[in-house]
């Protein structure tokens, strides 16, 4: 079991594809680390093979440069999760693996990954998430979605709602919220209970993520 996800402040995971990271996946990786993204996770089902390692490479470099900010540097966890791919992830040293239905198990990405890794996955409901903690969570964080109707993609699930997101954090496992986050409603996801929040839509939709980034990083920090 890696170390707890719990820090001294809200995780903020931003989770985005090869082509919202452009011809420059480091440079916008270290944008994104700067202005205060802790953990990127990266999904992308259309890309394979070196180009998929090519990328995740590029990122996990940046997120071991740091940002230029020794007193951030050191506040923030910051990770590359890879989504689905364990052999990329493994090849790319990267932090952690982000499962799905067509992954490998839990059980067998930590068999494989380094003691620190973190492995996750995504449930779907406070029922899902209390049988995972009753029996024993293979994961060492999970994201719950949607929690509202998601902003990057049409909605395939109906909104949980800040009660099931309230019901599913009194467990054991650190629950990251996804779905339709503004800053205003990471803001209630964290008084819910969320150990953090996970974004896509709200950076892609944007021409100046890192300002977007800014504005979240300063709501889960009760600066406004």
Avoid at 81 to 88: I, K, Q, S
Avoid at 101 to 128: C, I, M, N, Q, W
Avoid at 198 to 215: L, M
Wanted: glycine share 10%.
């Amino acid at each position: 079991m890696a170390p707890p996800v719990s820090e001294s402040r809200p995780i903020l995971c931003v989770v985005l594809d090869a082509a919202a990271f452009g011809p420059e996946p480091g440079r916008f990786a270290r944008g994104l680390f700067r202005a205060g993204a802790d953990w990127l996770q990266l999904r992308d089902r259309t890309i394979e093979g070196r180009d998929h390692l090519a990328w995740t490479r590029s990122v996990v470099e940046a997120a071991r440069e740091g940002t230029g900010d020794p007193g951030a540097a050191l506040a923030r966890p910051r990770r590359v999760l890879v989504n689905r791919r364990l052999d990329v992830a493994l090849a790319a040293e990267a932090g952690g693996v982000h499962l799905g239905f067509d992954a490998p198990t839990a059980a067998e990405a930590r068999r494989l990954l380094p003691k620190d890794a973190l492995v996750g996955g995504s449930l779907h409901s406070a029922d899902e998430v209390e049988r995972a903690d009753e029996a024993g969570s293979p994961y060492d964080y999970v994201h719950l979605a949607p929690i509202w109707a998601p902003n990057s993609k049409p909605m395939s699930r109906p909104p949980l709602g800040l009660e099931t997101l309230d019901r599913a954090c009194r467990g054991g496992i650190p629950i990251l919220a996804q779905g339709g986050i503004d800053p205003d409603r990471a803001r209630q996801a964290i008084r819910a209970g969320a150990v953090g929040i996970a974004v896509t839509g709200d950076i892609r939709s944007e021409t100046e993520p890192e300002s977007t980034i800014r504005r979240l990083r300063a709501v889960l920090d009760g600066q406004i």
